[in-house]
């Protein structure tokens, strides 16, 4: 891992990193250096992450109970891809949200979490996925068409949110009524989580385990093709005695994949349209040359990375980027910080259509990297697609209002929208 100033002290009690013999202060003696942003502007991020890159790239922040953050390209590439020392299931998120129990897979380190993914990879394949593609279609025209109705027209509420949830429904093979109420119960879930409106999410969180029961039940009564299908590939998981899947945590992992299934989708998206709102040359460019759109989402996805809340905590004692980290001390990894690193990436700040080397870390790395990348790139191709083949301008109507520290991404993007000819 890259190497930078030494570690800050205090004359209170210090702790000595055993591997190197460095020192820094104890835990409850440290001295708070950086605290997130939670009244953020489009992009307003990146500047402070910037700073914190040139200053000090491994701060500790006393918010959330207390954490490191890890900002580089470098630090977060090595953390994510040592399973050996950094661990997920103490705790994989800041701040951390006490559980009963585990919420399987992302509580869940190797080989557990292998069992997992070994059933929940081969469903997002591409084959299967490109399955769902006119559904995908069907539900961006409709929701474009009917945002073009709107008088005060909202790129997220109109259509990066209630778009993200049709398409996992898809995924999932529910019908209409449930798929309706799952998406709106996962906008109103998605929007109590950013306001910290706990008896709201207490309420939904619980009809989401019922909703996740029903589809198993649902489902598995259908006898779908478990090398096609989700919920049957679990369940012929659960029944493998070799397995750490059970009938219980395979429902719980459905439920699970419904929230990771619209959150991320929704903020990248809604970021996309945020920032296609702002650069009418980007945007007359990818009307006049569609085939260049898969090389702008690449680079919108650097640019606008959605994770920065996912978590590990050191397995042992040990330092990162010169500074000792001790055991169970929870790591906030800002993967949107390490896809404008300068060190990786030329001119990070800029926009680079067919940018070179394009490695970004926007779906994670390592055993955790997204078992959805795959549907998540065909969602923002699709959804883009039909917003810019349906409209002749859309700009910025309002202030973009972004979501708290939970995700990085907006929660409101209002729009004045130009249709095209022809639509509504």
């Known amino acids: 891992m890259a190497t930078s100033h030494p570690p800050s002290t205090t004359a209170a009690g210090t702790g000595r990193c055993p591997f190197t013999g460095q020192t820094g202060p104890a835990r409850e003696d440290r001295i708070s250096e950086w605290s997130p942003d939670r009244q953020e502007t489009f992009g307003s991020a990146h500047a402070d992450y910037a700073a914190l890159r040139a200053d000090n790239a491994f701060p500790w922040s ?3 109970g207390g954490f490191w953050a890890a900002t580089t390209y470098e630090d977060i590439l090595a953390i994510t891809q040592d399973d050996e020392l950094f ?34 990879d081969p469903v997002f394949r591409r084959s299967v996925v490109t399955e769902h593609v006119g559904a995908f279609r069907d539900s961006a025209r409709r929701l474009v068409d009917g ?5 005060a ?36 879930y998605g929007f109590a989580i950013q306001d910290m409106d706990n008896p709201v999410i207490e309420e ?3 009809r989401l385990y019922e909703i996740a029961r029903e589809i198993y039940d ?14 049957a590939s679990l369940h012929r998981a659960a029944l493998d005695p070799n397995t750490a899947i059970t009938e219980t945590s395979a429902v719980a992992t459905i439920r699970q994949l419904i929230v990771a299934g619209m959150g991320a ?14 650069d009418p040359e980007l945007q007359a460019h990818l009307r006049a040359h569609p085939e260049d759109l898969p090389s702008a989402i690449e680079e919108m996805l650097r640019l606008h990375a959605p994770y920065r809340v996912f978590a590990r905590t050191a397995k042992r004692d040990t330092v990162i980027h010169g500074r000792p980290v001790a055991q169970d001390e929870p790591i906030a990894l800002i993967f949107p910080s390490a896809n404008r690193d300068e060190t990786r990436f030329e001119d990070p700040d800029t926009f680079i259509l067919r940018r070179k080397q394009n490695s970004h870390l926007a779906f994670g790395r ?10 998540g790139r065909l969602e923002l191709l699709i959804a883009l697609e039909e917003l810019l083949s349906r409209t002749e301008s859309f700009t910025l109507a309002g202030e973009i209002v972004m979501m708290n520290w939970l995700e990085y991404g907006p929660r409101s993007v209002p729009l004045a929208i130009r249709p095209a000819d022809g639509t509504p």
């Open 62 to 64: 006393e918010d959330y």
């Open 87 to 120: 661990s997920t299931a103490k705790q994989n998120v800041v701040p951390h949200v006490p559980r009963a129990s585990r919420r399987p897979p992302l509580h869940f380190d190797p080989p557990e979490h292998t069992d997992y993914r070994t059933a929940i």
């Open 147 to 151: 945002m073009l109705m709107e008088t």
């Open 153 to 188: 027209p909202d790129g997220v509420r109109h259509l990066s949110a209630p778009f993200a949830m049709d398409c996992f429904a898809s995924l999932l093979g529910l019908p209409r009524d449930q798929t309706r109420e799952i998406r709106e119960l996962g906008v109103r």
């Open 204 to 206: 939904c969180s619980k």
């Open 218 to 231: 649902r489902r598995l009564a259908e006898d779908p093709d478990p090398s096609r299908d989700l919920v």
């Open 265 to 278: 989708p929704q903020a990248v998206l809604g970021s996309c349209i945020a920032h296609l709102a702002t």
């Open 366 to 375: 390592g055993s955790h990297k997204c078992p959805a990348a795959t549907m």
